[in-house]
């Protein structure tokens, strides 16, 4: 190995070393309360009071979490509208002007397509073709050019990746954004699964979004009604079970009793794992779910009840009685049962707070956010406001105690260097987020991807995570623009500590450590920031992108 190679290893394997110590302070902190995403217990006895951050650093840290990160100058914006003016308009999406955002995403067509459209748009390949391909009657080119890439499905999610990254990096509404991202793991589909990957775009257009800053129990109608939730957990196959297909290729063929969908709505979306059901109430709720299926899946896919295939006895579930005969009214029932129980308030608190405040969510306040939910039946708003004027969210141990995921770790370093993108430079960021680990919408398990900070340190990540920045900040990314002449204007190129200062104070708001200080101070002399060789005695052309990725790959900045 070269010289200048091994000093770029060495200097790698410091800044890694770094980073997992860094964040390990973070990532242990982050065990499961009692265990995966179990509400938290009732509240201790009170403690000695913990110091709350202030000033300015209330404004950074309201920021870095209701936001996908601070762009230039937004403290200073917040500052001069007021921090609770900030948050209550960000609570109110529907008041902010997005409409430039939207114009970036008109190119993308197929965010606005109904299934039936995209059905036919984007056909299936012809079986033939690979047997045609297999016995050698046809070239893979010819294959290419009778069924092109700009007419397969996969398009669908590539475009629906390429919105969901200009919105996280453009967004005036940038909470709505978050709360987006934040149901749709929650309400989890994998675009990957069979004819999910046509509805996947319409399930977020219709199913999530409208309802993001909304109801509670409206989301969780919403997507019980989906064909994609239909699909994803099979519950369009689900039948009483002497239920006999009675037309089609599969006529005659015996149907039964399918549970996914019944488990995963009280486990992952309602109450809980620890939610007090029992494997009874699992399977009697999987019976009032039966008929729920989806009309003509591959030409128009829209939700149907289906009488004959439904289970018409009684069902007793969590202990209330459904009368034998309510048709599709017992999955409306079950849905109004489940909306209301008290441990749907407190394990939909438990994900807000520990979305918003710490990996180890604070029971006090999971418990007032979870009387938010029952008082106002599940208004999203409230308990988000609850959480945002509470003192355990400005507590300083809750101060960058959360550790981004890729994707919000990819929008926030786009933000930070002031970059903007199109519809082009989102497909390229989503790839990115992908190769650092979180391929969007491909989450295959219905408990999406995570929000604990264990799950996304380790070494090999953070390696991905500094490459990506040395790439954007180098201007890699086709149709990603970052201002780095702007973040460090008035600085002397030939000081790289002045640049060095100048970048601090624009990608980590000057919060940079001693020892993440310490340690960028130190590759001040390295030739791959000077630019000069051992034998130059001019002054320093500072390589303000290769310092900037230093900067972007910190401790500091890995945390929200």
Known sequence: MSRPARGRAARAVAWVALGLGALAGCSASTARAAGGDRPVAAAPAAAAPVASVSGDRQIIHALSRLTYGARPGDVERVRAMGLSAWIDRQLRPRTIDDSATERTLAELTTLRMPISEALREFPRPDPKLRAQIANGEMSRQEMMERYPMERRPVRIADELRAAKVVRAVTSERQLEEVMVDFWFNHFNVFAGKGDVRWYVSAYEREAIRPYAMGRFPDLVRATAHHPAMLFYLDNWLSAKPDFRVPVGPNRGRRAGLNENYARELMELHTLGVDGGYTQKDVTEVARAFTGWTIDRPQTDALFIFRPIMHDTGEKIVLGHRIAAGGGRDDGERVIELLTQHPATARFVATKLVRRFVSDTPPPALVARVAGSYLSTGGEIPAMLRTIFESPEFYREDAYRAKIKKPFEFVASAVRALGGSTDAQGGMALARASAEIGEPLYQAQPPTGFADRGEVWVNAGALLARMNFALSLASGRYPHVSVELPALVAGADPGSPAAVLDRLLVAIVADQAGPETRAVLTA???????????????????????????????SPEFQRR
């Open 523 to 553: 590759q001040l002399k390295a030739p791959q920031i000077t630019r000069l060789s051992p034998d130059d005695r001019g002054p320093a052309n500072t390589d303000v992108a290769k310092l900037a990725a230093l900067v972007i790959g």
